[in-house]
């Protein structure tokens, strides 16, 4: 939906947080970890069971602090970064809405809670792969990154049940096989801090539970295989959160502005079903053919009852073919359909923003209501080949054709990637493509956005080099992104044709990449990452670039993991970055709706930067047996040194007397925590 009071929408996320312990571990900040330079690969090996955790995904899962959840260590990759107004990554100056997610190569729901932590049990991940620009012909609706999970399947082993307790989630997994031709797995995850908390408790003046904060989630993977050269999948997962304050006046955000008084509350949840058919060929040709069914369903609750909710439907077949023409030439080819059917209600008061402005409050319009259905149907096609031109040096290249009759749009993006290995150890890499993503759903409803706003689309090239050497990895990428029919809001005072947002901002994001890793043969593994990039956006009335948000031009990350014994491993990890942009309060006014209130003026956008962010986590783990039964104990410390991270300024209304204050939000300060995994 339209701009609708995100500070209230977040406190939910974040205020809980801050007054309680057992929330304390939602990550911060940006990193690095990949396998291979352009891709930023982590990716299983060649004849690795299907069934099995490839190498490079075992590292996410070793990264200290992360709770042994590696989609959460995504924010140790190179280029990736927190963004807390989402609670989502961003990627190398991108929002976080550019980014697509998938499972088993279709989309998926939100892989990230709002609460905390990932939607997947971590003990089913098989493959993670992160394309953070100019990703292959397959990879579609996405202008920043892709990010692509495997999940493994089954394994043909008697049932075993897995039981993870820790101060955040308790997990459940039962696995094993029915038959000779049939195996599943099942796993369901619930959160704890509901446990720690009371309905009906204060966190802080004016600020009340009124609905504990509860997450869990799900997944079921059944297979059937008749024969090695034939497979039949079924893959259910889900999630659902929710959590609820009651704000009074005395609450900040009511001594600010009186419209969010009342209930606010977040009820999340969605659901996708796979059917997935994959056929292997005697001369390595694949086919599979994908059902997919996902449901979407947003409510949200604030103020004086305003709401809105949403649910969309998404259905969408895909067929694949790859097929080997000769030793050196291969090619894939894939086309898939889909609809996605959005059926939404509201009544609230409209705020028409984007994220590149700084005054929300000044696009402000009326309480309305309403209620409608929309229906976006699309189709996609691709081919890529690989061709392997001498043995060393290899040309990808590919196009991608997108409709998507909603906006009544089409585009023909083309993709090529070429590596060179210069000498055993050297490789040089570059690739270039063209992308586009369907227009964001709250800015192009029609009774609350622009039905014609038209797709962003955005050109990435990338450049770099890896030099391996007895061990060590080092990688330089440099990269570029130029992007076009970025939205723009309104202001409702001046848009008497009622279109509330049009396409026309442009942007650039450019930067520099440099990690060593040494890889893991002895006791010790790691890498160090440093980055150095810069992120604009383009005002096309006043033709002013201005630094995006989430620009970041700095970042710092160092990874480090060390076998003390059999029996126990040591693990750290350092963060450290440039602050987060904002614009700076320059002083306050009245608000014109309600006088007795006053609103903060506005600097220029983005034109001060919070203090360098940085803090350390470390965990120890150690194997052992309890009952005959093998555990994993773990003991950790995130942000050891106690940093005290500012997270931004916000003003506040006196009680006393008219007048204001800023007052400083800090990050979150040092957390211990353990937890405990047992296999019987």
């Known amino acids: ?21 057992v929330l304390r571990a939602q990550p ?14 982590v990716r299983g090996e060649r004849g690795r069971s299907s069934a099995e955790v490839s190498y490079e995904a075992e590292k996410l899962l070793s990264v200290a602090g992360q709770m042994g959840d590696p989609i959460q260590a995504i924010y140790t990759l190179p280029g990736v970064v927190y963004d807390t107004a989402e609670s989502a990554p961003a990627v190398r100056g991108s929002s976080p809405r550019d980014n697509h997610f998938m499972v088993d190569g279709q989309r998926t729901g939100p892989l990230l809670n709002q609460l905390y932590g990932s939607a997947i049990n971590g ?34 082993q008697p049932i075993e049940t897995v039981v993870d307790l820790n101060m955040l989630r308790t997990s459940l997994l039962f696995e094993g096989a029915l038959s000779e031709t049939q195996r599943f797995y099942t796993s369901y995850r619930l959160s704890t801090m509901q446990f720690f908390l009371e309905d009906g408790e204060e966190l802080d003046d004016g600020e009340q539970i009124n609905r504990l904060p509860t997450l869990h989630d799900y997944q079921l993977r059944y297979q059937w295989q008749p024969h090695e050269q034939h497979k039949l999948t079924l893959t259910v997962l889900g999630v659902d959160e929710e959590a609820g304050l009651h704000l009074s006046e005395a609450s900040e955000a009511g001594r600010i502005d009186p419209d969010v008084i009342g209930d606010a509350f977040i009820n999340n949840r969605w659901q996708s079903r796979q059917l997935r058919y994959e056929a292997i060929g005697q001369q390595e040709q694949t086919f599979t053919a994908s059902l997919l069914s996902l449901t979407q369903r947003d409510h949200v609750g604030f103020g004086s009852e305003q709401f809105y909710r949403v649910q969309e439907d998404i259905y969408e077949v895909q067929l694949v073919w790859q097929q080997p023409v000769t ?84 585009l023909f993006a083309p993709r090529a990637r070429v590596s060179w290995f210069v000498t055993p150890g050297l490789e040089l890499i570059a690739s270039a493509g063209r992308h586009q993503q ?51 809001a309104l202001d409702p005072q001046q848009d008497a044709e009622k279109l509330r947002y049009v396409s026309d901002v442009k942007g650039t994001s450019r930067g520099i990449e440099l990690m060593l890793e040494k890889v ?9 990452a440093v980055s150095y990039s810069q992120s604009e956006r383009t005002d096309p009335i006043t033709e002013k670039s201005t630094a995006y948000r989430l620009d970041t031009p700095i970042v710092v990350q160092a990874v480090f993991n060390y076998e003390l014994s059999k029996a126990w491993t040591f693990g750290a990890v350092f963060t450290g970055r440039s602050g987060s942009l904002y614009s700076p309060i320059v002083g306050a006014k009245q608000n014109p709706w309600h006088p007795d209130y006053l609103l903060p003026e506005y600097g220029e956008l983005n034109s001060k ?49 008219q007048g204001y204050r800023i007052n400083t939000e800090d990050d979150l300060g040092i957390f211990p925590y353990v937890a405990m995994k047992l296999r019987f």
């Open 327 to 410: 030793e050196w030439l291969s090619w894939q080819a894939g086309v898939e359909a889909g609809q996605r059917e959005a059926d939404y209600q509201y009544d609230m008061i409209m705020y028409y923003c984007t994220d590149h402005q700084q005054d929300c409050e000044a696009n402000r319009g009326e309480r309305e209501q309403g209620s409608d259905k929309v229906n976006r149907p699309y189709q996609a096609a691709w081919l890529s080949t690989t061709w392997q031109v001498i043995p060393s040096l290899t040309w990808e290249i590919g196009g991608r054709y997108d409709k998507q009759e909603y906006s009544d749009e089409s």
């Open 123 to 156: 003990d089913l991940l098989q493959d993670f792969t992160l394309y953070p620009a100019a990703f292959a012909a397959p990879y579609g609706n996405a202008t920043g990154a892709v990010f692509d999970v495997r999940l493994r399947d089954p394994r043909d």
């Open 28 to 41: 911060k900040n940006t990193g690095s970890s990949s396998a291979e330079i352009e891709q930023l690969l």
């Open 520 to 528: 893991r043969e002895d006791r010790w593994s790691g890498w160090l």
């Open 438 to 488: 369907m227009a964001e759903l709250d800015k192009s409803l029609p009774e609350t956005g622009n039905s014609l706003l038209q797709s962003p689309g955005s050109d990435h090239y990338a450049a770099g080099f890896r030099y391996s050497l007895l061990g060590w990895n080092l990688k330089l990428e440099g990269y570029r992104k130029t992007m076009r029919h970025l939205p723009r």
């Open 1 to 21: 939906m339209s701009y609708a009071k995100p500070f209230v929408l977040s406190l939910l996320a974040v205020a809980i947080a801050s007054h309680s312990s």
């Open 609 to 657: 930067r919070l203090p360098f962010y940085h803090r350390l986590d470390v965990e120890f783990r150690r194997s052992a047996e309890l009952f005959n039964h093998p555990v994993e104990y773990t003991m950790a410390v995130r942000n050891l040194y106690n940093r005290e991270n500012v997270s931004g300024y916000y003003l506040l209304n006196n009680d006393s007397e």
